[in-house]
T-cell receptor
Framework: DQQVKQNSPSLSVQEGRISILNCDYTNSMFDYFLWYKKYPAEGPTFLISISSIKDKNEDGRFTVFLNKSAKHLSLHIVPSQPGDSAVYFCAASSYNQGGKLIFGQGTELSVKP | EADIYQTPRYLVIGTGKKITLECSQTMGHDKMYWYQQDPGMELHLIHYSYGVNSTEKGDLSSESTVSRIRTEHFPLTLESARPSHTSQYLC???????????FGSGTRLTVV
């Protein structure tokens, strides 16, 4: 049973517009959520995180929103740039369950000039 | 600059060979992890370690084994490689529970 789901395998956005990547989870014990960016043949790099006690965290062009009642989080990138084109992974963990990160399947973002 | 190093980056090997994928980190992290990822799929945890001489299997069953004799070193070994082992293997470390991970660049393994 997949605990973290990214239902959109791909997303295409025009440069300068907003990119919204979505993630759903099923485990109510998750208390820490992260987004990673990954290029082919490279390891994931950390983008932004949010604790379950917050509903929003912002870092430059990147904002993560958390809706605990809906068990949903989203990553907003604005404005989108061609260099943002990559696969984005949502991840979640629970301190009480060992703190190991559980990843979604990823969404491939393509930002077109 | 990467603080966690994986070698080799790419490996093509014949069926039945024994291989060891290397992973080293310089951050002094106690917690280290191995994930396996196929294209278009999520990262699956196959092994983790919370310190020296501590290793556990992850959520995805794997025929590989790991060891943690030194804090900085967490190698993964396949005794007899098979084509089904073809995948990308990612090593990571973290400062503590519920901390983000720092990933290495990965090893792309192809077994022919």
């Amino acid at each position: 049973d997949q605990q973290v789901k990214q239902n959109s395998p791909s997303l295409s956005v025009q440069e300068g517009r907003i990119s919204i990547l979505n993630c759903d989870y099923t485990n109510s014990m998750f208390d820490y959520f992260l987004w990673y960016k990954k290029y082919p043949a490279e390891g994931p790099t950390f983008l932004i995180s949010i604790s379950s006690i917050k509903d929003k965290n912002e870092d430059g062009r990147f904002t993560v929103f958390l809706n605990k009642s809906a068990k949903h989080l989203s990553l907003h990138i604005v404005p989108s740039q061609p260099g943002d084109s990559a696969v984005y992974f949502c991840a979640a963990s629970s301190y009480n369950q060992g703190g190991k990160l559980i990843f979604g399947q990823g969404t491939e973002l393509s930002v077109k000039p | 600059e990467a603080d966690i190093y994986q070698t080799p980056r790419y490996l093509v090997i014949g069926t039945g060979k024994k291989i060891t994928l290397e992973c080293s980190q310089t951050m002094g992290h106690d917690k280290m992890y191995w994930y396996q990822q196929d294209p278009g799929m999520e990262l699956h945890l196959i092994h983790y370690s919370y310190g020296v001489n501590s290793t556990e299997k992850g959520d995805l069953s794997s025929e590989s084994t790991v060891s943690r004799i030194r804090t900085e070193h967490f190698p993964l070994t396949l005794e007899s490689a098979r084509p089904s082992h073809t995948s990308q293997y990612l090593c990571a470390s973290s400062e503590g529970l519920n901390y983000g991970y720092t990933f290495g660049s990965g090893t792309r393994l192809t077994v022919v």
